[in-house]
């Protein structure tokens, strides 16, 4: 129940979309550094590879469609049966020099969306690494944010690791933030900077963000402390 409202099926995918969560270990797939802090990265290259190839096969379409009526007189010497397909045939070629600039059109527009998607996911990316205290690191990567990072993030050391991690909930732009020992691995100064801008951009956000640390240098911006030690006993 949260809210009053039961939480079951129905709503748990929407629940999901609103949190995110930084772990002690953070999961780290075999791609790019761009793929592991923006999940919708992953198809986006081929998707405007293919966008070019969809606008010529609609332009094909419209070269092929005048010839598809000039055969239609030929077809119509070949058997009685395909005499009783010609209208059809014709309709058809008719229908796809109809269609074919639509299409063509539709593969544009695609195209058009899909450069801008990128281009605010990547503006928000950057913003998210330079929130993470990674802009440093970035700059000595010979691919930018398209090198890869190595199976399960083998190339990346623990600080780093925790610190994609830390820009991957800060790209989700979560309502409800779960962090677990999120600067374990992170040097002082670096957990001090994280700290300082990642809780200001959240604040001026105003999400909710559940942080479990033993470090008193991050709970002490915390609204709440809650001592479990007790329970443990």
Request: contains cysteine; aromatic residues 4%; hydrophobic residues 35%.
């Amino acid at each position: 129940m949260i809210d009053g409202v039961p939480l079951g099926p129905e709503n748990t995918g929407a629940w999901h979309r609103k949190i995110g969560y930084v772990s002690q270990d953070v999961f780290i797939t075999e791609g790019t550094l761009a793929q592991n802090v923006t999940p919708s990265w992953d198809d986006a290259p081929q998707q405007m590879n293919d966008a070019p190839q969809q606008m010529n096969d609609a332009s094909q379409q419209m070269k092929d469609a005048p010839q598809q009526i000039k055969d239609v007189p030929r077809q119509m010497k070949d058997a009685s049966q395909q005499i009783k397909d010609v209208p059809r045939q014709m309709k058809d070629a008719l229908q796809q020099m109809k269609d074919a600039p639509q299409q063509r059109n539709d593969a544009s527009q695609q195209m058009v969306d899909e450069m801008e998607r990128l281009e605010n996911d990547r503006g928000q990316m950057n913003e998210s690494l330079k929130t993470a205290a990674l802009n440093d690191w970035l700059a000595t990567l010979p691919q930018g944010v398209d090198t890869p990072i190595g199976e399960s993030g083998a190339r990346l050391s623990g600080g780093e690791r925790q610190r994609v991690g830390i820009a991957r909930a800060h790209f989700k732009k979560a309502e409800i933030l779960f962090m677990d020992e999120p600067s374990s691995s992170l040097d002082p100064a670096t957990e001090a900077e994280i700290t300082e801008t990642l809780l200001q951009d959240f604040m001026n956000r105003d999400i909710t963000m559940v942080i479990i640390s033993h470090r008193d240098s991050l709970l002490a911006h915390c609204d709440r402390i809650i001592n479990i030690s007790e329970w443990t006993k």
